[in-house]
């Protein structure tokens, strides 16, 4: 019997422990990568069992595999949930979460400051399947409170508002959620547990896209769902879990698996049917990201400061919305539920609109102009040309993105170097004009 | 599992303690065993009786004959052996009958499982020096400690350096 404490251990030690002890068979200190479809069975009565979900095991990779499971306990610890669900992208991981709950004839009350491609899920495909969306201003929680109708099946928010910044009042929204017998979903990628862990302030579902700062490295796609372990889906509102599943023999997730019931659902009915799953490969990968994420943040987050603040001095530049200066509407919410700071990522304009904005990325020399944030390296995007495209201008406009926003995600390069390209940019982009 | 008030001469046993309670027991006596395959009693008897648990099952139900190929005994009087656990699925009131029970064929842990609460049963067992649980799977709990949570991507609280 090996020596087993009740200490609760700190965010660094699970952030390189979690989910991951030594490979019972051969020893290896890291985590294998499974790189496997599919698992032999040790008989036919272990197979039907296992399908029938009456003992735990893996089966098919699409429903689990070793490496997926040691990101997801990681994971979970780290966010303080109950357990988590690895999908294939983080848009997947918004897939399988809300479609777990919210089926034909469903609605969902979003906050309308949404990555785009968020909006369009929400707006097209789950409109498409008969769910509706009302899109609100997240930063007023009675908006959420008067948008729920008698079929909502959960509230939606970002923790920091892609692209505009704007921070959630989360245990506000959590209130006005439980209040009405909902669940609070939210998206906290640009938060990372590292910053904020919404469970801790009353969410119930949070989800990541892997692919930024959790993997910090730029290589991989991957989402993830975490749940608290702590709704009630017994009250009635949630039938999907209170009446019986036909093709797990009659099952109730709820009075079979309690507080276990969301993730093992998600798993065992989303993921099944989606297919979405995630990588053995990526999930080595993300459990590396995840080792060096709490250091990776104190970096991002110092660099992003100062950067923003350079920015904000700069009479070259019309404005910086990053909820870290001091001059921030978000300020007093970032204080509070990102009190290590707000992020890496953020926006500011150049006045000009759309041509200036442009040119300014056209003479960026070191910093790389591409769709993505959270990477080790410095980002760069104009989103009114590119992620938020496919937005109608009223829904550009109700998203708060305007056309000479630029957003910056803050790499680890030396700050020096960060602002010498920046500022160089800046010129060429005036001098061009 | 919903909040409930805290209970006088009974504190939840933590997740070690619960780990130290399965590992030095051998037999599980289920109370309120279900031969419906729908029923949560049928579906934990399911993972009991796998080669997932080192565990000798023994079902208690006065109204059947056999559940799973297993025989149904009529009360934890019947049955042939003193069992470890008396792991109950019955209504929250026909809990401190069930609990008298218990304590009179010598159990040493009085279980009752997800949604099952009662303070009167809990005092009792604890008092005639049974563990108690209450509001707990014993097969999620199982599961938290051999691996069958972590593998469906649960988070079991385990940090360890050891091989096993």
Same mark, same amino acid.
């Given at each position: 019997m090996e020596p087993q404490t009740d200490r609760e251990w700190g965010f660094r030690t699970r952030a390189l422990h979690a989910g991951a002890r030594p490979d019972p068979t051969t020893g290896a200190r890291a985590t294998p990568i499974f790189q496997t479809t599919s698992y032999v069975f040790e008989d036919t009565d272990d197979a039907a069992d296992l399908f029938a979900l009456q003992k735990y095991g893996m089966i098919y990779t699409r429903l689990g595999n070793?490496? &997926?499971?040691?990101?997801?306990?990681?994971?979970?610890?780290?966010?303080?949930?109950i357990g988590a669900v690895a999908a294939a992208s983080g848009h997947s991981a918004e897939f399988l979460a809300i479609t777990a709950l919210a089926g034909a004839g469903d609605h969902i009350v979003s906050s309308s400051h949404l990555y785009g491609g968020t909006i369009t899920m929400f707006s097209n495909t789950l409109a498409n399947f008969g769910i509706e969306t009302t899109f609100v201003d997240p930063t007023d929680p009675e908006a959420f409170a008067a948008a729920i109708t008698p079929n909502t099946k959960v509230m939606f928010t970002e923790t920091i508002g892609n692209p505009s910044g704007a921070i959630a009042d989360i245990e506000a929204l959590a209130d006005v959620a439980h209040a009405h017998g909902l669940p609070?979903?939210?998206?906290?990628?640009? +938060?990372? /547990?590292?910053?904020?862990?919404?469970?801790?302030? @009353?969410?119930?579902?949070?989800?990541?896209? +892997?692919?930024?700062?959790? @993997?910090?490295?730029?290589?991989s796609l991957g989402g993830v769902v975490v749940e608290a372990g702590k709704f009630d889906w017994g009250s009635g509102r949630f039938p999907k879990f209170t009446e019986p599943v036909p093709s797990y023999n009659d099952l109730r997730w709820w009075d079979n698996f309690g507080e276990y019931?969301?993730?093992?659902?998600?798993?065992?009915?989303?993921? *099944?049917?989606?297919?979405?799953?995630?990588? /053995?490969? =990526? +999930?080595?990968?993300?459990?590396?990201?995840?080792e060096t994420l709490d250091y990776r943040m104190v970096g991002h987050v110092a660099n992003a400061e100062a950067?923003?603040?350079?920015?904000?001095?700069? /009479?070259? &530049? !019309?404005? &910086?919305?990053?909820?870290?200066?001091?001059d921030s509407p978000h300020r007093e919410l970032a204080a509070k539920y990102l009190p290590a700071g707000a992020g890496a990522i953020f926006t500011f304009g150049l006045g000009g609109g759309r041509e200036t904005g442009s040119r300014f990325i056209e003479n960026l020399?070191?910093?790389?102009?591409? !769709?993505? &944030?959270?990477?080790?390296?410095?980002?760069?995007?104009? /989103?009114?040309?590119?992620?938020?495209?496919q937005l109608s201008d009223e829904q550009l406009a109700a998203a708060g993105v305007g056309a000479d926003m630029i957003r910056l995600s803050v790499g680890l390069e030396d700050l020096d170097d960060i602002i010498f390209d920046l500022d160089q940019a800046l010129t060429g982009a005036q001098e061009s004009s | 599992m919903a909040e409930r008030a805290s209970i006088d001469g009974w504190t939840p046993?933590?997740? =070690?303690?619960?780990? !130290?309670?399965?590992? *030095?027991?051998?037999?599980? +006596?289920?109370?309120?065993?279900?031969? =419906?395959?729908?029923?949560?009693? =049928?579906f934990v008897i399911t993972y009991l009786l796998s080669s997932s648990a080192d565990l000798d099952i023994y079902l208690v139900n006065p109204?059947?004959?056999?559940?799973?190929?297993?025989?149904?005994? @009529?009360?934890l009087d019947d049955l042939p052996v003193v069992p470890d656990i008396v792991d109950v699925f019955r209504r929250s009131e026909d809990l401190p009958a069930i609990a008298e029970e218990a304590i009179g064929v010598g159990a040493s842990v009085f279980?009752?499982?997800?949604?099952?609460w009662s303070p009167p049963a809990a005092r009792m067992a604890a008092a005639a020096g049974l563990d108690v649980v209450m509001d707990r799977c014993i097969k999620i709990e199982h599961a938290r400690f051999h691996g069958g949570l972590h593998l469906a991507g649960f988070d079991t609280g385990v940090i360890s350096a050891r091989r096993r």
């Amino acid at each position: 019997m090996e020596p087993q404490t009740d200490r609760e251990w700190g965010f660094r030690t699970r952030a390189l422990h979690a989910g991951a002890r030594p490979d019972p068979t051969t020893g290896a200190r890291a985590t294998p990568i499974f790189q496997t479809t599919s698992y032999v069975f040790e008989d036919t009565d272990d197979a039907a069992d296992l399908f029938a979900l009456q003992k735990y095991g893996m089966i098919y990779t699409r429903l689990g595999n070793p490496t &997926v499971s040691a990101f997801e306990e990681r994971i979970a610890s780290l966010e303080s949930g109950i357990g988590a669900v690895a999908a294939a992208s983080g848009h997947s991981a918004e897939f399988l979460a809300i479609t777990a709950l919210a089926g034909a004839g469903d609605h969902i009350v979003s906050s309308s400051h949404l990555y785009g491609g968020t909006i369009t899920m929400f707006s097209n495909t789950l409109a498409n399947f008969g769910i509706e969306t009302t899109f609100v201003d997240p930063t007023d929680p009675e908006a959420f409170a008067a948008a729920i109708t008698p079929n909502t099946k959960v509230m939606f928010t970002e923790t920091i508002g892609n692209p505009s910044g704007a921070i959630a009042d989360i245990e506000a929204l959590a209130d006005v959620a439980h209040a009405h017998g909902l669940p609070l979903a939210i998206d906290s990628t640009f +938060a990372t /547990p590292a910053l904020c862990r919404p469970i801790e302030w @009353g969410a119930d579902i949070v989800i990541h896209s +892997a692919t930024k700062f959790i @993997g910090g490295h730029g290589t991989s796609l991957g989402g993830v769902v975490v749940e608290a372990g702590k709704f009630d889906w017994g009250s009635g509102r949630f039938p999907k879990f209170t009446e019986p599943v036909p093709s797990y023999n009659d099952l109730r997730w709820w009075d079979n698996f309690g507080e276990y019931a969301y993730c093992t659902k998600l798993r065992a009915e989303q993921l *099944r049917d989606v297919g979405a799953a995630m990588a /053995p490969l =990526n +999930a080595f990968l993300f459990l590396q990201g995840l080792e060096t994420l709490d250091y990776r943040m104190v970096g991002h987050v110092a660099n992003a400061e100062a950067v923003a603040q350079w920015l904000d001095s700069d /009479p070259r &530049v !019309a404005w &910086v919305h990053y909820a870290g200066l001091p001059d921030s509407p978000h300020r007093e919410l970032a204080a509070k539920y990102l009190p290590a700071g707000a992020g890496a990522i953020f926006t500011f304009g150049l006045g000009g609109g759309r041509e200036t904005g442009s040119r300014f990325i056209e003479n960026l020399q070191m910093i790389s102009h591409l !769709a993505n &944030v959270g990477d080790a390296k410095t980002l760069v995007l104009h /989103p009114a040309s590119t992620t938020h495209s496919q937005l109608s201008d009223e829904q550009l406009a109700a998203a708060g993105v305007g056309a000479d926003m630029i957003r910056l995600s803050v790499g680890l390069e030396d700050l020096d170097d960060i602002i010498f390209d920046l500022d160089q940019a800046l010129t060429g982009a005036q001098e061009s004009s | 599992m919903a909040e409930r008030a805290s209970i006088d001469g009974w504190t939840p046993p933590s997740p =070690n303690q619960r780990r !130290a309670i399965l590992d *030095r027991s051998k037999s599980v +006596a289920i109370v309120g065993a279900s031969s =419906n395959p729908a029923r949560a009693s =049928n579906f934990v008897i399911t993972y009991l009786l796998s080669s997932s648990a080192d565990l000798d099952i023994y079902l208690v139900n006065p109204r059947e004959e056999e559940i799973l190929g297993q025989p149904a005994f @009529g009360s934890l009087d019947d049955l042939p052996v003193v069992p470890d656990i008396v792991d109950v699925f019955r209504r929250s009131e026909d809990l401190p009958a069930i609990a008298e029970e218990a304590i009179g064929v010598g159990a040493s842990v009085f279980w009752a499982q997800l949604g099952i609460w009662s303070p009167p049963a809990a005092r009792m067992a604890a008092a005639a020096g049974l563990d108690v649980v209450m509001d707990r799977c014993i097969k999620i709990e199982h599961a938290r400690f051999h691996g069958g949570l972590h593998l469906a991507g649960f988070d079991t609280g385990v940090i360890s350096a050891r091989r096993r």
